[in-house]
């Protein structure tokens, strides 16, 4: 008897609410040593269950273990859809062989007795592949290290999650600062646009006090005579009769400080005072001054602001000379000046605004800041493996890549990022890995049903039903739009050609069988060390044979040491064959005591 090298363990398998009966191929002494255990998810945390033996399942193996070992487990009730099934099994941990000195030393025992250790041995080494081994020089025992595991995985975890809302929140800023930017822009745009509209209107209106600098000058002169022209005003017929008189007559001397009823005889000439320059402007200035007596008034009601206008066209820079300079660019303006009185009212946000534009580049870099802060911990590359240097596009997730972050590979094994680039990460050495060890292999694809050919398959099938036939995988495809429902062949299950197995080293034993017995041939051993036992039974009886001669035996003793080994040479013929038996001498005993009197019998 032997027991291979395989996992003892089935599974995890998936129950369809429908199949009973589940293979194993590991060997197994008793139908109730084999354990099925299910659970409902394959987390970790989810809780499983050990079904009972005979209740739940039963078990049966089949005939002989050594050249087919396993069997089948069938379920009272079919597994429930998406229920977790394992088999293993589980032998008493006991010796229950018994040697004595002179009983039975038989093969069979003892190969049973061995088998029973295997098999205790392998259970323990699939529990083990299940366990966290920690190092031999570590303080920590294995829960206190998967805890620790299990607070870096939720903590990671919470981590992914407050990264993904910063990130996320991060990017909504991002683009509600780009947005407001490009207002802001829109706004100076415009700003900048009135801005030169003021400008110009500015220099109109420098233009403008260009121009009313000689009215001002002008208006100076008259605001001493005021008064005086208030009087003209009064007068103004008589002031026009006076200048048409002195118009009319010549004379050398003539009173032309008031004016009176004196006659005045011939042709009287004015050279020089105020009379004559009122009549000589008589036209351009006393009669506009007449027409707009009351603007004169509003002037000298208005003095201080005359004055105030005044002394601005004599400073530098002039107010008044830039917006006279302005005038059309502010007459421009008119149909806006609803904007420019916006812009007026929120001058505030507008200088919180280019405040904000300012110190835009400080905002990003501060962004940037955070968002590296709150870099992922732990992320993932497929192939990620020792010192290699990989595109950040490799690694999931890519943003805010740092040195110091893990990178984990599609196996478990984890490694720190060491370096990073504008678009490259590298990695250090393996830091340490997730991963337990490797499954047991599985059941493989179970078929709905099994025909000998093609040509046999059924008419219809259901959507996912999977029918052998021959070697080829056949499965039920619903109709589409282009084509009907038909059988889809999925390939030959055919795998490739195994690795050539080792030479077998071959043991032949031979042993007699009584007449008349067929003869046997038994395979015991290993494949790789096989022992054929030939049964040769016994040839028939032959006649008998002629009376041989009496040898002559010669026996000798030869007497050894008491510490020596008894042995028998033989030497001489087989008619006059002569022995030598070695015995050792037997150990000296205790010197005897002599009694001081001895009877005799009466006699003295």
């Known amino acids: ?55 739940d399942y039963t078990v049966a193996l089949n005939d002989n273990q050594d050249e087919s070992a396993g069997g089948s487990v069938t379920f009272t009730e079919a597994p429930a859809v998406g229920t977790r099934i394992a088999i293993t099994s589980d032998t008493a941990i006991d010796q229950q062989l018994v040697l004595t000195n002179h009983d039975g030393f038989l093969p069979e025992s003892l190969n049973e007795a061995y088998d029973k250790l295997t098999i205790i041995c392998q259970e323990l080494k699939e529990t083990l592949g299940r366990c966290l081994i920690v190092p031999i020089t570590s303080e920590k025992t294995p829960q206190e290290v998967m805890t620790d595991l299990l607070d870096v995985a939720n903590k990671a975890a919470d981590y992914a999650q407050r990264a993904e809302a910063i990130y996320n929140e991060v990017t909504s800023t991002g683009l509600y600062v780009s947005s407001t930017w490009q207002e802001i822009q829109e706004t100076k745009a415009q700003i900048d646009i009135h801005k030169a509209a003021i400008d110009a209107a500015v220099a109109r209106a420098e233009v403008i006090l260009a121009r009313n600098e000689v009215i001002g000058a002008e208006v100076d002169a008259l605001v001493p005579h005021l008064p005086d022209l208030q009087i003209n ?12 008189d002195l118009r009319g007559f010549e004379t050398e001397t003539l009173d032309l ?24 402007h008589i036209d351009d200035c006393i009669h506009p001054v007449g027409d707009n007596i009351e603007k004169v008034k509003a002037v000298n009601a208005n003095l201080d602001d005359v004055k105030t206008v005044a002394e601005d066209l004599s400073s530098e820079p002039s107010n008044i000379k830039k917006v006279a300079q302005a005038t059309d660019d502010i007459t421009a303006l008119s149909p806006k000046v609803e904007a420019i009185q916006t812009v007026a009212e929120n001058l505030e946000a507008v200088e919180s605004a280019a405040s904000v534009a ?27 493996s020792s010192g290699m240097t990989v595109s950040k596009e490799a690694i ?59 040509e046999s398959l ?92 009496t040898p002559e035996i010669s026996i000798s003793i030869q007497m050894l040491d008491s510490n020596s080994e008894p042995s028998v040479e033989k030497t001489g013929t087989d008619e006059a064959p002569s022995f030598l038996l070695k015995i050792p001498r037997g150990l000296t005993g205790a010197t005897g005591t002599m009694p001081d009197t001895v009877d005799l019998g009466g006699l003295s």
Request: without cysteine; negative net charge.
């Open 257 to 280: 400080g008031s004016i009176t009823d004196t006659d005045i005889d011939g042709e009287t000439k004015v050279e020089d005072g105020y009379i004559k320059k009122v009549a000589d």
């Open 1 to 55: 008897m032997a027991v291979q090298n395989i996992p003892r363990k089935v599974g995890p398998m998936t129950g369809n609410g429908v199949l009973k009966e589940f293979p194993f191929s590991f060997k197994a002494v008793r139908p109730s040593d084999i354990v099925v255990k299910v659970s409902s998810g394959n987390d970790i945390t989810a809780e499983e269950t050990t079904l009972a033996y005979g209740t």
């Open 233 to 244: 005003r009064q007068h103004i017929d008589d002031i026009h009769r006076v200048g048409s």
């Open 396 to 454: 999931s997730p890519s943003v805010n890549i740092k040195v110091g972050d893990h990178v984990v590979n599609r196996i478990g094994d984890y490694f720190r990022i060491t370096a990073v680039t504008e678009t490259t990460a590298t990695l250090s050495p393996k830091q340490g890995s997730f991963k337990g060890e490797k499954g047991d292999k599985g059941d493989g694809i179970q078929p709905d049903a099994v025909v000998v050919n093609a």
């Open 358 to 384: 300012t110190n835009l580049e400080s905002i990003k870099q501060t962004v940037l800041q955070s968002n590296a802060e709150a870099g992922f911990s732990f992320r993932y590359m497929v192939e990620a």
């Open 458 to 549: 059924p008419a219809e099938g259901t959507v996912g039903q999977l029918v052998l036939a021959g070697m080829n995988l056949y499965t039920w495809v619903a109709a589409t739009d282009t084509e009907e429902a038909h059988w889809e062949n999925m390939g030959e299950l055919v795998g490739p050609k195994g690795d050539t197995g080792p030479t077998p080293e071959i043991s032949v034993e031979a042993t007699s069988l009584s007449e008349g017995a067929s003869a046997t041939v038994t395979k015991t051993g290993t494949s790789e060390a096989p022992v054929f036992t030939f049964g040769i039974p016994k040839g028939d009886t032959g006649s008998k044979g002629d009376t041989g001669t």
